[in-house]
């Protein structure tokens, strides 16, 4: 099969495969175009309620696929931020479930999903030291808010690979999963997120991606919603709430 992003929907949880096994799912030029218009349409169907990206086997991503590269460097780089803003916008609560090498391209889209669950063993790592290549400002801003300035600039200044315990300590990922155990704990916690308000997600993505100007329009949106009065029956009735707002509001 050639590189491709796979894609499914089961129980209201998207699930994004990057398929380029032959190069460690290395993202091609394709790849890196098809992700935008793939989220969009993802982001606009009302039975999606979460999203999983992760890589084919045992593999997340190893990065952009090097030959992409001989080109127009600048180019690649650009699809690669793009792809990678149109994750980070996905309006939805976004997982990166990471098995194996997390590096260069692959830990841009990682850092972009809302929360990374990741398997012992796994390696992430942040390359273009090694290439010459000048990281992309937007990108390096957002590992900052993720690790600190210390960390990335580790990371960005040796391009060394990081084990997932430091990982875990630094807040690059936020569970570590024993081997063989990723797959089911990513369901359960998709089934968490899918079971809540996607009132409450929605209003907490923004506010902690730093947006200032829409507290009015959540107070408004949290009013007429519904969602505050069906989460306390619910509770008192000691029943699952059954939350209606939807991003589509």
């Known amino acids: 099969m050639e590189p491709r992003l796979l894609h499914s929907v089961v129980d209201s949880v998207a699930t994004v495969v990057i398929h380029h096994p032959a190069k460690r799912n290395a993202m ?55 792809a990678e803003e149109a994750l ?8 990166a479930a990471v098995r194996g090498h997390c590096v260069g391209g692959g830990s841009q889209l990682a850092a972009a999903c809302d929360l990374r669950f990741a398997e012992e063993g796994s390696l992430f790592g942040v390359t273009p030291a090694k290439l010459g290549i000048v990281y992309p400002a937007s990108s390096t801003r957002r ?23 430091r990982a875990l300590r ?15 704990r990513v369901a359960e916690f998709a089934r968490i997120l899918v079971s809540r308000s996607q009132l409450t997600q929605a ?21 007429g919603s519904g969602d505050t009065a069906e989460g306390v029956a619910a509770f008192l009735e000691r029943r699952q709430p059954r939350f209606t707002w939807t991003t589509s509001e």
């Open 88 to 95: 980070a916008a996905f309006p939805k609560p976004t997982l």
């Open 170 to 184: 630094t807040g690059l990922v936020d569970e570590v999963l024993p081997e063989g155990e990723l797959g089911k």
């Open 203 to 223: 209003a907490a993505k923004e506010f902690a991606d730093g947006r200032t100007d829409r507290d009015d329009h959540w107070a408004a949106q949290a009013r």
């Open 143 to 165: 590992l900052v808010s993720l690790v600190g300035p210390a960390t990335t600039k580790y990371l960005l200044f040796s391009g060394e690979l990081i084990g997932a315990q």
């Open 28 to 82: 091609t030029a394709a790849m890196w175009r098809a992700l935008p218009p793939l989220l969009g349409t993802l982001a606009a169907d009302p039975d999606v309620r979460a999203l999983v990206l992760t890589g084919e086997g045992a593999t997340f991503c190893a990065g952009a696929d090097i030959s992409t590269l001989q080109g127009s460097p600048q180019e690649a780089q650009g699809l690669a931020v793009a």
